[in-house]
């Protein structure tokens, strides 16, 4: 397809997304929460900067399971399929090529730890999402790590605009022990649930609990409830 031509695809088919979850993301938790609990002042999306039982860190831990994996540009790829009108198998320069987003967003691991303010660079999930067009089935997504780690996340949640499939941080590309080349953030979830060194993102018609979330942390995984691990 020619450049202008995918351009305006994405840009038609983003807004036709938009439309289809609005009303579910505003149901999200991160949306339609009017008491989130945490502490320090405001943050961009109105609620308190640091949530409950989180700590403000000025380092960046790494966290993994025991294996980072080395992924040189060349051989880099991201596949995007499942229920997806356009399945794609992406190159470095294709993937380059996307609609750049920079955005500030803020950290919250699981382990207690929040950094914030952190700058970044990337594609947003929306825009590579209207480029395989998910079909009127399609409500969830499984991210595939090269690690063989796997996260999920519902399409209300992963369809925000700051969902983003990052490769530079404050202006430098994504260290490898963060993720890089390219790795997903969930500023408004604790951030299992983005997965470093993403590989492949799959549509799905129902949702499939990842690999944190099979072992007994929280679906959800909404912050400002200190939803850490799921009911059962
Ligand atoms: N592929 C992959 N992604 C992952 C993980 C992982 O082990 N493998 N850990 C998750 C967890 S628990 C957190 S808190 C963040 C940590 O990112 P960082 O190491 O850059 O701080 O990545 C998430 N994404
Ligand atoms: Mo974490």
Redesign the pocket.
Known sequence: MEEPEKLNRIIETRMKLKARFEEKMKLTPSTADDTPKGSGKINRHGMPEIPIGQTATIK??????GYQPNIPLERWRLTLDGEVENPIRMTWKEFMAMPQTKDTSD?H???TWSKLNMHWKGVSLLDLAALVQPKETATHILCY???T?T?NLSLEEALKPDVLLVHAFEGQPLAK???GPV?MVTPQL?????????KRIQFLTADKPG??EERGYSNTAYPWRNDRYSEE
């Open positions: 960046w831990p790494v966290l993994d399971l950290f691991c699981v382990t790590g090269y690690d780690y996260t022990e963060h993720g790795r604790y951030a299992w649930k983005g997965s470093k060194w993403i690999f944190w």
